[in-house]
């Protein structure tokens, strides 16, 4: 049980932590630095982000000091590593702020999740990629059957929930060791099940809006057609030892793919000059270089499976048509008319680079 007298002592030093004052701020500092190894202090700080009644100072300083404290003394085997009764009281929270909607602290309430993760599975709490899924597919399905007024909140909590999916899956990905290899296999297949009809329906979804002029929607669905893709990556490139066994679905999301490239990039090729520099264009771009990084390590990794795909004919073809057309203007030269630069139209450089990596390999 936490203490409130610890909890409000442990809130004044986190809002001294981010006072203006340098003297103020450096003792907030040193008290942190003897907290930070007492009991249940990151199960203060948990409680302490969680509390939206406070200020978005200290809740910032909170989670930004908690995931501090997950890299120094998560690990059992460091100098004052948190206590098992901690982390049984913190980690079924853990969860329970994915509708969190400041950025700042969105961040870093994620990346938190994700870090604790690592250390958590499979071994010690080998039910939480099941549990994520299982969060990420419950509000997919709240966010498709939602009306205006939740609309926000249920955007939110599926970036959110992506967001540590995302994180989790990287670090599975990076991971050497065989038993550590094979929980990724063992827990692909169920990830990209959840993951890829979310992708798909999002994609459908995205067109509808964009037909209706929903600039706002269009701009949410963007964001989580973007996350559901960087994981998607990494567990259709990592995440199956066998490809040809691999289930249809997998196949079909790579097709899918191809196309999805082109009608974006067509968007993209059509946007007036004005608006390549709005936040949504920005996730667009990243969206169609994210469809290049696919096809660039499926080559890589899958080589013979990258080859015999049907797909890649078309992909290679539309990729060519891209290099005849954009490559060009790359050496354009600036006119000067009327004491104005007007510069050449706005190439994806990348876009043709990767084209270019895909046939030089």
């Known amino acids: 049980m936490v203490s409130s007298d610890n909890r409000q002592t442990v809130i004044e030093i986190l809002e001294n932590a981010t006072s203006q004052d340098p003297a103020c701020m450096a003792r907030a500092d040193d008290s942190l630095r003897i907290w930070e190894t007492r009991p249940q202090f990151h199960a203060i700080l948990f409680s302490i982000f969680a509390d939206r009644t406070l200020s978005m100072s200290a809740r910032l300083m909170a989670i930004i000091t908690f995931k501090s404290g997950i890299d120094k003394y998560w690990k059992k085997t460091v100098l004052h590593a948190i206590g098992i009764a901690e982390k049984e009281l913190i980690r079924p929270q853990l969860l329970s702020m994915l509708d969190e909607d400041a950025p700042q602290i969105a961040v870093q309430y994620c990346v938190a999740i994700a870090r604790i993760a690592r250390w958590e599975f499979p071994l010690v709490w080998p039910a939480f990629a099941e549990e994520l899924a299982s969060r990420v597919h419950v509000i997919a399905h709240e966010l498709d059957s939602s009306v205006d007024g939740n609309r926000r909140r249920c955007y939110t ?205």
């Open 157 to 361: 909590m599926e970036h959110n929930a992506l967001y540590i999916l995302h994180l989790f899956v990287k670090m599975l990905c990076e991971r050497k060791l065989a038993r550590e290899r094979q929980a990724l296999r063992s827990t692909a297949p169920g990830l990209f099940s959840v993951v890829a009809p979310i992708y798909a329906r999002r994609i459908a979804q995205f067109n509808e809006a964009l037909h209706a002029g929903d600039s706002e929607g269009s701009q949410e669905l963007l964001k989580s057609i973007r996350f559901c893709l960087k994981t998607l990556r990494r567990l259709f490139v990592h995440g199956f030892g066998d490809f040809e066994s691999a289930a249809t679905i997998v196949h079909e999301f790579y097709v899918a793919t191809v196309g999805h490239q082109a009608a974006f990039y067509e968007l993209f090729s059509g946007l007036p000059a004005e608006s390549r520099e709005a936040d949504g264009c920005h996730i667009l771009v990243k969206i169609i270089l994210l469809y290049g990084k696919i096809h660039l390590e499926f080559q890589k990794f899958k080589a013979v499976r990258f080859i015999t795909t049907p797909a890649v004919v078309p992909l290679l073809r539309w990729y060519w048509q891209q290099i005849q057309s954009e490559a060009p203007q790359l050496t354009a030269v600036p006119l000067e008319r009327s004491g104005d630069i007007e510069s050449p139209p706005l190439v994806l450089e990348r876009l043709v680079i990767q084209g270019l990596e895909l046939y030089r390999s």
